[in-house]
């Protein structure tokens, strides 16, 4: 269920700021006043991803009925990476484009501090 919004479940739960992003417009946080009732969108999606990859219960989704079309992708870090799997899923014939030895963006190498 989460991956249909979400494709990157694991790494949004860990860096994400859901503070202010999901657990400050949560209505059960505004019902009962406080932001720490508010349901933890972050910890869920860490465990449901994190239970999926020790599992093995992984799918790959099967990509859409060929289209014909190509799509060209600079960068394979985490938008480049979902905006691929989403045109991929509609048919296009994705190829990222990535100028690191590793794909993931920011991930494989650490976050700057202004990005913290």
Do not use: M
């Not at 989403?86 to 976050?111: D, N, T, W």
């Amino acid at each position: 269920v989460i991956k249909r919004t979400n494709l990157l479940p694991s790494i949004c739960g860990r860096v994400c700021p859901q503070e202010g992003q999901c657990q400050a417009p949560c209505t059960l946080g505004k019902s009962l006043k406080s932001i720490d009732k508010a349901v933890q969108i972050g910890r869920l999606e860490r465990f449901v991803a994190d239970w999926e990859r020790s599992s093995g219960a992984a799918e790959a989704p099967a990509a859409g009925h060929a289209t014909g079309k190509r799509v060209a992708i600079v960068g394979a870090g985490p938008a480049g990476v979902a905006a691929a799997h989403h045109l991929s899923l509609h048919g296009h014939h994705v190829v990222i484009f990535e100028r690191e030895e590793r794909a993931g963006g920011l991930l494989p190498y650490g976050f700057p501090e202004f990005r913290q």
